[in-house]
Structure formats: structure tokens, C-alpha cells
């Protein structure tokens, strides 16, 4: 085997284990009763400790979950955003950045729910049915019907669902407690707006989260080649870890066919 074939099998097995947690532990009830903290994000590439790692770290310490799990999309609802690197690199650097966050009574777990999710609606829907936020969560709901489910959202994304541009918006305002977490200069409240106010909503400010976002750093660091001062902006922005696997496997140059 090749270095690279190595590499991807280790991948193959990880995820493989990690899709397998679900059923596994349902099976013999250790769900039982927990509150699980849902955080979908792109991971294209996951933010650190200002970001996407900043968020995982402020559901830990809250005492209010017994498990953050993380959800790698794995077809995006949106077209415009099929342009991510691949699944496999995004659930990497999702766990290095974010599994070691666990603390005593919390651990985080980055998992494959989303795509088997899609495999599992490609089989009793269509290859065509779109999956969405709803979907997931009843595929995890109907697989682990004993745990209390609680959806985090940026208030951006917050925002979509109250205007209903979410797949069933109305049904996930019913369904789950959310947790809607605020950036700095960015303050939200209870929703009024269509549709109904959720009577399950916990509204948290994170003073250390900016405005950096996937996308900016992309730029970044698709410039930085140019502009040797992006290297200090990126370590600032990205899990160190992360930054030297993006430059390990060549991830968004310029050149790269994920862009």
C-alpha cells in the first residue's frame, strides 16, 4: 500500500466506526435520558477557537449537554455550497480540531450521521430527494428516540428558519429545543416572526466568537501565497492542526478544483 492508500483507509475505518455509534450504543441504552447537543456546520475548512471550535468549547462548558455532536454536512441543501472539499477531509479536520474540547460529563463526537442520513433517503425515498435539517433529525430521532435533542444555530442561520427558507422550518421549531448562539456585535431574542415562535429557544452571546467564517479564511489562505502576512491571520483563525493538514493535502489554492 501506497502512503496515501494507507491514509485513506485509516479515514474508511475511523468513520466506519464512528457511523456505527449510534445503533451500537442505543442498542444497550446508554443514550438514555441524555441531552445532545446537534451542531451542523460545512467544516470547510472548521473555524478554531473564535469559530466553529469556539462554539464546541461554550457547549461544553455549559453543563447543559451530556454530548456535542458534530455533523460534517454531506450534501448541502444549497448548490452554491457544492463546492467543498471533500467529506472525507472535513470530518478529518473536524475531529482534530474539536474531539479533544470532551471534558468530564461531555463528549464531543464528530460523526457520518449526515451522509448516512443521505444514503439511507437515496434507498426508501429517490437518489434525488434532497436532505435536509428535518430529515436529519428525524433519522437520528427514529434511531435514538430516547435522547433529548437540542439543535444549535448561529443567529444567522436562526433567522433563515424563522422566515421559513428551511426545508419544514415550521416542524423543527417544534420538534427540538434550539440554542441559538451570538457572535461579538450580534444580539438576538426570542423569536416573533413567522413561523410561531418555538416555545423551546435558549438565546446565548459568546464574547470570544468574531466574524471569521469558512469562507474568509478560504480567501485567506488562497491568497496567502501572495501575501506571506495571511500565514499569522491563519494561525489566529485555524486550529494549527488543521492549517498544516489543509497544506499537507493541497487544500484551497487556487488552483484546486474544490473552488
Known amino acids: 500500500f501506497s502512503q496515501e492508500q494507507l491514509t485513506k483507509l485509516a479515514l474508511f475505518v475511523k468513520e466506519a466506526v464512528t457511523s456505527c455509534y449510534i445503533s451500537m450504543i442505543a442498542s444497550i441504552g446508554e443514550l438514555q435520558g441524555k ?36 455533523l460534517p454536512v454531506f450534501q448541502h441543501m444549497y448548490s452554491m455550497k457544492n463546492s467543498m472539499v471533500s467529506y472525507e477531509h472535513r470530518i478529518e479536520m473536524c475531529k482534530m ?10 463528549k464531543v463526537r464528530v460523526m457520518t450521521i449526515e451522509r448516512d442520513a443521505a444514503e439511507h433517503y437515496e434507498q426508501t425515498e429517490s437518489k434525488e430527494y434532497r436532505v435536509g435539517t428535518v430529515d436529519v433529525l428525524d433519522f437520528i430521532l427514529s434511531h435514538c428516540p430516547e435522547i433529548k435533542p437540542h439543535l444549535v444555530l448561529g443567529t444567522d442561520t436562526f433567522k433563515d428558519l424563522l422566515a421559513g427558507k428551511w426545508k419544514q422550518s415550521d ?89
Not at 475548512?45 to 461544553?60: M, R
Not at 480567501?219 to 500565514?231: D, G, K, V
Open 97 to 106: 480540531s474539536m474531539e479533544d474540547l470532551s471534558r468530564e460529563g461531555c
Open 35 to 70: 441531552r445532545v447537543a446537534v451542531f451542523g456546520l460545512s467544516g470547510n475548512p472548521p473555524t478554531g477557537s473564535k469559530g466553529h471550535a469556539g462554539i464546541v468549547n461554550f457547549l461544553v462548558q455549559t453543563g447543559l449537554f451530556d454530548e456535542v455532536w458534530i
Open 171 to 259: 416542524r423543527i421549531l417544534s420538534m427540538v429545543t434550539l440554542h441559538v448562539v451570538s457572535r461579538q456585535g450580534v444580539e438576538t431574542g426570542p423569536s416573533t416572526a413567522a413561523p410561531p415562535p418555538s416555545a423551546h429557544e435558549v438565546h446565548h452571546h459568546v464574547p470570544w466568537l468574531t466574524e471569521v467564517s469558512s469562507s474568509q479564511v478560504r480567501a485567506i489562505y488562497s491568497a496567502s501565497s501572495e501575501h506571506p502576512e495571511n500565514n499569522a491571520l491563519l494561525k489566529d483563525l485555524l486550529d494549527p492542526r488543521v492549517l498544516d493538514y489543509i497544506k499537507v493535502h493541497h487544500l484551497y489554492t487556487p488552483t484546486a478544483a474544490s473552488l
